[in-house]
């Protein structure tokens, strides 16, 4: 019965010493640096720059978001607000990259360039070992996962709302 007794326990002690691990794992997660400090509430103008595609322009009003390139529209604010989460994305690690190195990472000419304002951000290719974006930011390159860039490749479409049905001028009587 003893010999019970300390296999449970160490059970016990193996499963309480996984458990801290994960919490740290994910409080590490939680605070890891963002790419950004802008407040995504201070952006008034937004714009996409992809390889041979049109840009694509988006600005704040009183009323919410407007495209006005490559078409006219209210913008979808879910949509949007993707976009703006890329500032405080988690950077997995920040790498301090030469000019031949940029140009290699595909940052020098970057497939795609997105300005919050003034901030300009360059989206170049994937790092080989964790499949992940290299994004330029300044002097200093992120390292990110690439479900923070996915908005930035959408079509233009995608960025506005649909327009709903137009109320019937003239609605018919159903027959009896």
Known sequence: MGARWLINLALVAVAALLGAWIALELDGQMRAERLT???????????????????IVLTRATDGWHMHAP??????????????????????RWLTLEPAERAAAGLEPA???????????????????????YVGHGARVAVLDER?????????????????????????????
């Open 111 to 133: 497939a795609i360039r997105v300005r919050f304002d003034a901030l300009e951000l360059r989206v170049g290719g994937v790092e080989p070992l964790a499949q992940r974006r």
């Open 37 to 55: 400090a802008v407040a995504a509430e201070q952006v008034t103008r937004i714009v996409i720059e992809r390889a041979q595609r049109a840009d």
């Open 71 to 92: 078409h006219a529209g209210v913008a979808d604010p879910t949509v949007v607000a993707r976009v703006l989460a890329l500032l405080h994305a988690p950077v997995e």
């Open 148 to 176: 923070w860039l996915a908005p930035l490749r959408a079509e233009p479409a995608a960025f506005l709302l649909p327009n709903p049905a137009p109320p019937a001028q003239n609605p018919v009587a159903p027959e009896e």
